[in-house]
C-alpha cells in the first residue's frame, strides 16, 4: 500500500496540468486553423463583394448619370424646338391676325400696369399664360413685337412642356425683358410680393448669360439651380436663344424641377445607408438632401445650409475638405469608383459624369452594407470551429485523465521516496542548518540530485557569507542613491523657477491684458500683443538656453560665452532691457564651474527683470589677478540686503552654487543703488 505524500500530489497534479496543456495547445492550434480558414473566406468574400459592387455602382451610376442627362436633355430640346418655331414662323414673313382670338395678348395696349407702378401684366382671369413686362421700361414698338411674336407659343407651350415629365415651366423672355410664362401661377402677384418685381427694374437682358455677348456661340445654356418664388421647389432652368438672322430677339427657357429628379434618385438605393448627389464642374453641390449632406460633411450644418436652398453654391471643399481632394472634378469627369473614409466609416462612391452639362452623378455606399454577406460566412465558421474545439477538447480530456492516474501511481513507486528524503534536506536548511547532507542511495537522476544537493549545501555557506557583506554595501549605495535623486529635483526645481515659469506667467498676463483690452479699446490690443508676442520670444529663447543647461556636452562644446551670451539676448527679448555684455575669451575652467557660473548668471538676470525695475544690465567676466571674475550690475530701485526673502530660491541657490565649485558670492545693493553680484572663482 503506497502511502500518499504531498510531494506524490504535487508530482500527479504537474503531470495531469502538463497533459492537460497539451490538450488546450492542441485545442488552441485546431482554432488556430479555423480561425484562419475564417479569416480567409471572410477576406476573400469581403473582396469578392467589394469588387462586384464598385463595378454594380459604377454601372448604377452611369446608368443613372445618363438617365439624367437625358431627362435634361430632353428639356432643353424643347426649348429649341420652340425657339427654330419662331424663327421659321418670321422667316415665312406670315402674320398671324390675333384680334378676334381670346385670351391672347398680343400688343401692350392689352397690359395693366400695377398700383406701385412695378409691374406691366396680363389682367385676363380666363389667360393661358402669363405676361411681365418690367415697369420702368415703358412698353413701345419692341414690346409689341415680342409680344405679337410669341403670341403663337399660346398653343406650343403646354404639348411641349407636356412631353418633359419634370418640367414646371416653359417661357419666352425678349429683349426688354418682355416675359411670356405657362402655365399661369399668378406671377404677377407673386413678384411684387416676394419684391422680384422691384428688383428687375435695373435688370438688363445684356447681362443675362444667354445674351450674344456672353453666347456667342448661340448655345442652350444651363443656369444655376435656384429656389421658385412661385412655390415649385428647386430649379433648373435651360435658355436656348432666338435669332431672326443675326438680330437677337429673347431667348425660350425651360424650368425643370430638381425635387422631382432627386425623388427619382432617392429611390435608388443600393443599400440601406447609400445615397447620391450631384456637383456641377466646379465642385459645387446641385442636388443632395439636407440629412445626405450632414452625413457628407465633416462639419455640423449651420442651421442656414440645412434649409431648403441652404445647399445651393454650397461645395464640396466647403463641408469635407478632405473628401474634396479625393473627389476633384477632374477626377469627376469620368466614370471610376473610389475608397473614402466617411466620418470614420469606410465607403466605396462610384461616379459617372453628365457629359451634356458637364456635371457628375456620385452614388456613396457604406462599406460595411456592401460586405454584410461576408459576415454570415463569419459567423457560420465561428460556429463549425466552437464546436470542433468543444469536442476536441473533451475527447482529448477524457484521455489525459486515465493517463494521468496511472502517471501518480507510478511516480509514488519510483520517485517520492527519494525526493521526500531530499525534502527533509531542505527543511533542515530552511530551520537554518547548513550542515546537513542527504544520503545517495541510487546511480541514478536521483542520485546525482542528491549529490548536486550535497554541493549546493557546501556552496550555499559559502555565499551566505558573501551575502552578508553585499548587503552592507547595497544599503550604503541605496543611501547614496537618494541623497542624489533628492539633489536632482532641488536642481529642477530651481532651474524651472529660473526660466520657464516665469515665462509662462508673464504670457497668462499678457493674454489677460489682451483679453480687457479686447473688450475696452480694440484699438489698442496691439502693445499687450507685443507684450504677449517678446514674451513668447523670450520663452522660447529661455527655453533654448534650459535645453542647452540640460546638455552638459553642448555647453562644453559651444562655450560658457556662448551661453551667457544666449541668455542675454533672452532677457532683452523679453524685457526690453539694455543688457551690456563684456566677455573675455572662453575660460579655462571644468564643465561644473560653466554650469554654476551660467545659472548664477541666469538667477541673477531674471530677479532683475523681475524686481529691479532696471533699465540697464551690464554683464561681464574678466580674469583678475589669477580668478576668475563674473559680475552683474543693474541701475534699478535697489534693496536692503540684510533682509531675509522667504520663498525666494534663487537668492539661496546662487551662493549655494558659487559655493559648490569652491567660489566666493557677493551682494551689494542699497535701495535706490541699484545692485551689483560679483563671484570669484579660482582657475
Known amino acids: 500500500m503506497f502511502k500518499i505524500s504531498n510531494v506524490s500530489v504535487k508530482i500527479g497534479a504537474g503531470l495531469l496540468a502538463f497533459l492537460l496543456m497539451v490538450a488546450v495547445v492542441t485545442s488552441l492550434i485546431v482554432k488556430r486553423g479555423f480561425d484562419q480558414a475564417e479569416q480567409s473566406a471572410v477576406q476573400l468574400s469581403a473582396d469578392g463583394l467589394q469588387s462586384q459592387s464598385k463595378l454594380t455602382l459604377m454601372q448604377l451610376a452611369q446608368q443613372q448619370a445618363q438617365l439624367y442627362d437625358r431627362e435634361l436633355q430632353r428639356a432643353a430640346r424643347m426649348t429649341i424646338i420652340a425657339a427654330d418655331f419662331m424663327e421659321k414662323m418670321h422667316a415665312t ?143 433648373v432652368s435651360a435658355d436656348t436663344p432666338i435669332y431672326y438672322g443675326d438680330e437677337f430677339q429673347g431667348f425660350i427657357g425651360i424650368d425643370v424641377s430638381l425635387s422631382r429628379l432627386d425623388e427619382r434618385l432617392n429611390t435608388i438605393k443600393p443599400t440601406a445607408g447609400s445615397f447620391i448627389f450631384l456637383m456641377d464642374a466646379d465642385g459645387k453641390l446641385i442636388s443632395i438632401s439636407p440629412e445626405n449632406a450632414q452625413q457628407l460633411s465633416s462639419r455640423e450644418l449651420t442651421a442656414d445650409e440645412t434649409s431648403p436652398n441652404g445647399l445651393l453654391g454650397l461645395t464640396l471643399q466647403g463641408i469635407n475638405p478632405e473628401l474634396a481632394k479625393i473627389m476633384t472634378p477632374n477626377t469627376l469627369s469620368q466614370s471610376g469608383t473610389l475608397d473614402i473614409d466617411l466620418n470614420g466609416q469606410p465607403a466605396s462612391v462610384a461616379y459617372a459624369p453628365l457629359p451634356n452639362l458637364n ?127 533628492l539633489e536632482e529635483r532641488q536642481r529642477l526645481a530651481r532651474e524651472l523657477h529660473d526660466s520657464v515659469s516665469q515665462a509662462l506667467y508673464g504670457i497668462a498676463l499678457g493674454a489677460r491684458t489682451a483679453q480687457t483690452q479686447l473688450e475696452r479699446d480694440p484699438a489698442k490690443l496691439a502693445e499687450p500683443l507685443d507684450y504677449i508676442l517678446s514674451l513668447a520670444e523670450a520663452g522660447l529663447s529661455e527655453m533654448r538656453a534650459l535645453i542647452f543647461e540640460l546638455r552638459p556636452e553642448s555647453l562644453q562644446n559651444e562655450g560658457l560665452v556662448a551661453a551667457l551670451t544666449k541668455q542675454a539676448d533672452a532677457i532683452h527679448a523679453r524685457h526690453k532691457i539694455n543688457v551690456v555684455t563684456d566677455f573675455g575669451d572662453e575660460p579655462d575652467i571644468s564643465l561644473d564651474a560653466k554650469e554654476a557660473l551660467y545659472r548664477i548668471a541666469q538667477e541673477a538676470l531674471q530677479n532683475v527683470a523681475k524686481h529691479a525695475h532696471a533699465t540697464k544690465v551690464e554683464l561681464s567676466m574678466q580674469n583678475k589677478n589669477g580668478s576668475l571674475l563674473l559680475e552683474i550690475r543693474d541701475n534699478g530701485k535697489g534693496f536692503d540686503v540684510s533682509h531675509e526673502f522667504p520663498g525666494h530660491l534663487g537668492m539661496k541657490s546662487m551662493p549655494e552654487r558659487a559655493a559648490q565649485i569652491g567660489g566666493e558670492f557677493h551682494i551689494q545693493s542699497q535701495p535706490g543703488e541699484g545692485t551689483v553680484i560679483t563671484v570669484t572663482i579660482p582657475k
Open 93 to 235: 414673313g406670315k402674320s398671324v391676325d390675333w384680334s378676334n382670338t381670346k385670351n391672347v395678348v398680343y400688343e401692350s395696349s392689352q397690359l395693366t400696369l400695377s398700383p406701385d407702378g412695378l409691374l406691366y401684366y396680363d389682367g385676363n382671369p380666363n389667360r393661358t399664360t402669363e405676361i411681365l413686362h418690367i415697369g420702368s421700361i415703358t412698353p413701345d414698338a419692341t414690346t409689341d413685337k415680342s409680344l405679337r411674336d410669341s403670341a403663337i407659343l399660346e398653343e406650343l407651350f403646354p404639348s411641349l412642356l407636356s412631353q418633359v415629365e419634370t418640367g414646371s415651366g416653359i417661357y419666352f423672355q425678349g429683349t426688354q425683358l418682355t416675359f411670356r410664362y405657362y402655365p399661369v401661377r399668378n406671377l404677377p402677384e407673386l413678384e411684387i410680393e416676394n419684391g422680384a418685381a422691384e428688383a428687375a427694374q435695373s435688370a438688363r437682358i445684356e447681362d443675362l448669360p444667354v445674351a450674344p455677348n456672353n453666347n456667342p456661340d448661340r448655345k442652350t445654356i444651363w443656369m444655376p439651380p435656384y429656389l421658385d418664388d412661385a412655390g415649385q421647389g428647386l430649379l
Open 359 to 485: 456635371w457628375s452623378l456620385s452614388i456613396v455606399v457604406p462599406l460595411n452594407e456592401v460586405t454584410a454577406k461576408s459576415q454570415e460566412v463569419s459567423s457560420a465558421i465561428q460556429q463549425n470551429g466552437s464546436a470542433t474545439v468543444r469536442n476536441t477538447l473533451l475527447v482529448t480530456g477524457i484521455f489525459f485523465l486515465i493517463a494521468g492516474f496511472f502517471s501518480v501511481l507510478l511516480s509514488l513507486r519510483f520517485i517520492t521516496g527519494p525526493i521526500m528524503q531530499m525534502m527533509n534536506g531542505v527543511r533542515s536548511i530552511t530551520a537554518g542548518n547548513l550542515n546537513v547532507s542527504v544520503p545517495v542511495i541510487a546511480n541514478d537522476e536521483l542520485g546525482e540530485l542528491a549529490t548536486s544537493f550535497n554541493q549546493m549545501t557546501s556552496e550555499l555557506k559559502h555565499r551566505t557569507h558573501e551575502l552578508s557583506q553585499t548587503s552592507a554595501e547595497l544599503q550604503v549605495k541605496e543611501a547614496q542613491l537618494k541623497v542624489a535623486t
